[in-house]
């Protein structure tokens, strides 16, 4: 069992880092978005799909700005088996007065109530939508938008082999940025005739804080060695503390609760007998733990869901 200590012992505020350790945003997404907004006439709908983990600060707000508008929207927040669906109440009651229609998917799942539900709702608003310069179209045209790593190809995949019974179109990938621009149509059904639109995944240009940016990190969609694997497992440390999620205890099987991450780390180096072999001050070989490699193991837990089903956004709740 985790060790029980008082909340007292954790740190209450996580040291700040260089705000330039969490910004992200390569040429290809500023040509992904000028490419977006000119594809918008010949769209019918708009999904935007986000990490249900993350529903608050992992968006990109600029959408509403830049791709939205009176298109028909749909919020889609991907990745539902990593939360606790206890929560899913209060996020749509946060998320109500931007998104009137908002569907938890876990596109991996092809029985996935989300997932069966998404077409039919994009299909409905469609119809009941002005569809301006696309009246005389026979087609419908669907555009699929979100920060990066969320889970957009991997919808269109699930929602091509549920209504058109074909696999794969596009590309699915563990990092982030595998989609660099926005595709040609890709049939999702026959009769009614539809297609989807893939498109990069596009970050804020300037993201809001030091924390939501480890947050977007934490959830794979900024590269982690564009943070620092050892950083993003300290915050990740620290938000689990802090918030009272000591599954990591068990899981990562350490002594007990701790607040301090080199502790944490060499821990998980001598479980896993993961060291490296260095020349001390007197030119000594001498065996330290793998603080990269442990770091790396604490992050696949937290992405694998091993540590929790968790909302790291559940304090703007």
Not at 55 to 70: A, E, L, Q, W
Not at 75 to 81: H, W, Y
Not at 290 to 312: N, P, Q, T, W
Request: hydrophobic fraction near 40%; charged fraction near 25%.
């Amino acid at each position: 069992m985790a060790q029980k200590i008082s909340p007292d012992t954790f740190r209450s505020v996580f040291k700040a880092i260089d705000k330039d350790v969490v910004r992200w945003f390569p040429g290809h997404m500023d040509r992904g978005l000028k490419q977006m907004q000119h594809k918008l006439r010949s769209v019918d709908c708009i999904i935007e799909v986000h990490d249900a983990r993350i529903p608050i600060s992992g968006r990109n707000s600029d959408f509403k700005y830049t791709v939205s508008g009176i298109k028909p929207h749909i919020l889609v927040l991907n990745k539902v088996d990593l939360i606790d669906k206890r929560i899913i109440p209060k996020i749509k009651d946060c998320l109500k007065q931007d998104f009137e229609n908002i569907i938890f998917t876990n596109c991996k799942d092809q029985q996935c109530k989300g997932v069966k539900k998404l077409f039919p709702l994009a299909q409905n608003l469609v119809q009941k939508s002005d569809r301006f310069n696309r009246t005389g179209a026979e087609d419908n045209c669907i555009m699929i938008i979100g920060v990066p790593n969320v889970g957009k190809s991997s919808l269109i995949n699930a929602l091509r082999v549920r209504n058109l019974h074909k696999g794969n179109a596009t590309p699915v990938g563990a990092s982030p940025g595998i989609t660099r621009s926005v595709l040609q149509k890709i049939k999702m059904s026959e009769k009614p005739l539809f297609y989807l639109l893939d498109t990069p995944g596009i970050l804020t240009p300037k993201i809001e804080s030091i924390e939501v940016g480890l947050k977007l990190a934490l959830c794979a969609t900024i590269q982690d060695h564009l943070v620092g694997e050892r950083i993003l497992a300290d915050y990740l440390l620290f938000w689990l503390n802090k918030n009272g999620h000591f599954k990591y205890v068990d899981v990562l099987q350490l002594e007990g609760a701790s607040d301090n991450i080199l502790e944490v780390l060499t821990q998980i180096s001598m479980k896993h007998k993961k060291t490296l072999k260095v020349r001390d001050s007197n030119n000594n070989y001498v065996y330290k733990p793998d603080f990269d490699h442990a770091s790396k193991l604490m992050l696949k837990e937290f992405r694998s869901g091993s540590l929790g089903k968790i909302v790291l956004d559940q304090d703007l709740f």
